[in-house]
């Protein structure tokens, strides 16, 4: 049987992907004799699309932090590698420059990060990012202990920056805040100092109304509900009302693993019925 990995390789939200006939074809079409590629209704239901991903699937502190006192999100590693995947993209590294001085401890180095979309092998973005030996964190530590930490953090940046361009989302994330705050690799807590991560067991109700406790959806099938609901243009207002009638909820995390798989299959059908 063919896995969710599978399935999600093959069905990925894309931005550049042109729209089929729909219900406002002549509005489209108005749009696209003016250069436009989609109708602001279309733009708009994508970044509600990405938003929604964001506040349901991605884990504050892990995939991504806070500016402090703002309200201004910084994209972590993690969270870009989860967004890379939803959009299906791969990425390619490439160390543009390097200077490695033994004698005098001093390291840099330059990188690109080119992102891909795996369908059409187009590039959808690159990004740039470097890191040296003498940048605050480092400088009063062994440098010679920290040459791979550091083109690490290069790496880093440059797919964080690549990332945020090729999926339109630098009106929502930043990413200097991660290495002001956390450093390489770190990982930080929520602000609120309350990890929002979803339990592992959620507390759901049966057909009789009986509370019990069932493993959470994973992020796997979270991604796939997402992705379904963009290849199939399912709005968004449309599934969260039938994920209410069904099941109580009005947020994809919260169902367990088995509605899951019971919505993703019910998201499948409507499709074919569309």
């Not at 708009?44 to 349901?56: D, G, Y």
């Not at 990332?163 to 994330?173: G, K, N, Q």
Request: net charge neutral.
């Amino acid at each position: 049987m063919e896995s969710v990995k599978e399935k999600l390789s093959d069905k990925v939200i894309s931005l550049n992907e042109q729209i089929p006939d729909n219900p406002c074809g002549q509005e489209m079409k108005s749009y696209q004799e003016n250069g436009m590629a989609f109708s602001l209704h279309e733009v708009k239901q994508r970044l509600e699309m990405l938003q929604n991903f964001i506040s349901e699937i991605m884990v504050e502190g892990t995939d991504y932090g806070y500016l402090p006192k703002t309200d201004k999100k910084c994209l972590f590693k993690s969270g870009a590698e989860k967004l890379c995947d939803v959009f299906g993209l791969s990425k390619r590294i490439e160390i543009v420059s390097r200077m490695e001085d033994f004698d005098k401890g001093i390291f840099h180095y330059e990188v690109k990060a080119i992102v891909i979309d795996k369908k059409t092998g187009v590039i959808e973005a690159e990004g740039v990012g470097s890191c040296n030996s003498m940048e605050k964190k480092y400088r009063s530590q062994d440098a010679y202990n920290l040459t791979n930490t550091i083109l690490k953090m290069a790496k880093k940046r440059a797919f964080v920056d690549a990332v945020l361009s090729a999926t339109r989302s630098s009106d929502i994330f930043t990413q200097d805040v991660e290495d002001n705050l956390l450093g390489d690799g770190a990982e930080g807590k929520p602000r609120n100092m309350k990890d929002k991560s979803r339990d592992k067991k959620n507390t759901v109700q049966d057909q009789n109304g009986k509370a019990g406790k069932e493993e959470s959806a994973s992020n796997k099938q979270l991604s796939y509900i997402y992705t379904i609901l963009s290849d199939s243009r399912i709005p968004v207002e449309t599934a969260r009302s039938d994920m209410e009638k069904m099941y109580g909820v009005t947020e994809s995390r919260n169902l367990s693993k088995k509605q899951a798989s019971e919505f993703i299959e019910y998201l499948k059908n409507y499709k074919k019925a569309g």
